[in-house]
């Protein structure tokens, strides 16, 4: 089994930031990509960046680029999203998952990629 439980998420006012920590655990954490995704009130969850297995490689949503920065710490098993410039746009429950897929790169975007998941974490940008 695999368990990914993200923690960091917050109320913040708009232009603030938030960094966003997902613990893994159970798994070859250090094998696998890591994406981030988001789900927003009344909308689908979608894609927001990702990172390869080794942390070499990132992949980002036109809507969080430049704003937003993925990063791993292999080591400690666990992966990071920092969020600057924060929208009110970008409040939603923001979901970690690991790549089914070992020693990919970071350009899956589609929810069918990943085979695990958090539990989520709200994020909430006030204007």
């Known amino acids: 089994q695999v368990q990914l439980v993200e923690s960091g998420g917050g109320l913040v006012q708009a232009g603030g930031s938030l960094r966003l920590s997902c613990a893994a655990s159970?798994?070859?954490?250090?094998?696998?990509?890591m994406g981030w995704f988001r789900q927003a009130p009344g909308k689908e969850r979608v894609f927001v960046t990702a990172i390869s297995w080794d942390g070499g490689s990132t992949y980002y949503a036109d809507s969080v680029k430049g704003r937003f920065t993925i990063s791993r710490d292999n080591a400690k098993n666990t992966v990071y999203l920092r969020m600057n410039s924060l929208k009110p746009e970008d409040t939603a429950v923001y979901y970690c998952?690991?790549?089914?897929?070992?020693?990919?790169?970071?350009?899956?975007?589609?929810?069918?990629?990943?085979?695990?998941w958090g539990q989520g974490t709200q994020v909430t940008v006030s204007s």
């Open positions: 998952a690991a790549d089914r897929t070992y020693f990919s790169g970071p350009y899956d975007v589609r929810e069918s990629d990943y085979d695990y």
């Open positions: 159970g798994r070859t954490f250090s094998a696998a990509a």
